[in-house]
């Protein structure tokens, strides 16, 4: 019983361009929202977050949207860089949990 | 600071063997946790720990057993190593009082022959 799912293996987009990643989530519990960013033999780095009480959070080109009602978060990179070639991981944590559920990962591929 | 080290980073062994994998975080994190990542599959929690002597298990805690004396180390056992322990294994700390943004180390990749 997945409670994190990201439904596309992987994303290929062209540099400049706007990439995309989805997440859905089934615990209407979890009220807080995390992508990560993991490179071959590295692990995952932390990229951004959101709280359920906002709908988007941007940080430089990275910007996370929000939908309760749908149980849906997005992470929009734009522009595209080849450097953002990595695999995405999305996370998700109630208040006060001490552990996070992950996602399946999306595989991003940047082309120049 | 060198923030959270995993020892070794690759390791072989043979069906049956134990091992333990090292981790170790110098941020002062109360938090601390195991994953394996296997393709496909995504992160899945192994076991957890919120204090020094307080451990849980978390999705796929068979096979496995931890301990946290310190407040800086949490290591993963390997009680009799089988073909399906092969992966990759990550440790990752966290400040409290939740479990966000979370610290990962660099790996362990853990091939069971």
């Known amino acids: 019983d997945q409670q994190v799912k990201q439904n596309s293996p992987s994303l290929s987009v062209q540099e400049g361009r706007i990439s995309i990643l989805n997440c859905d989530y089934t615990?209407?519990?979890?009220?807080?929202f995390l992508w990560y960013k993991k490179y071959p033999a590295e692990g995952p780095t932390f990229l951004i977050s959101?709280?359920?009480?906002?709908d988007k959070n941007e940080d430089g080109r990275f910007t996370v949207f929000l939908n309760k009602s749908a149980k849906h978060l997005s992470l929009h990179i734009v522009p595209s860089q080849p450097g953002d070639s990595a695999v995405y991981f999305c996370?998700?944590?109630?208040?006060?949990?001490?552990?996070?559920?992950f996602g399946k990962g999306t595989m991003l591929l940047v082309s120049p | 600071n060198a923030g959270v080290t995993q020892t070794p980073k690759f390791q072989v062994l043979k069906t049956g063997q134990s091992m333990t994998l090292q981790c170790a975080q110098d941020m002062n994190h109360e938090y601390m946790s195991w994953y394996r990542q296997d393709p496909g599959m995504g992160l899945r929690l192994i076991h957890y720990s919120v204090g020094a002597g307080i451990t849980d298990q978390g999705e796929v805690p068979n096979g496995y057993n931890v301990s946290r004396s310190t407040t800086e180390d949490f290591p993963l056992r390997l009680l009799s190593a089988a073909p399906s322990q092969t992966s990759v294994y990550f440790c990752a700390s966290t400040p409290p009082p939740g479990a966000y943004e979370q610290y990962f180390g660099p790996g362990t990749r853990l091939t069971v022959t």
């Open positions: 996370a998700a944590s109630g208040t006060w949990e001490s552990t996070l559920t």
């Open positions: 959101i709280s359920s009480i906002k």
């Open positions: 615990n209407s519990m979890f009220d807080y």
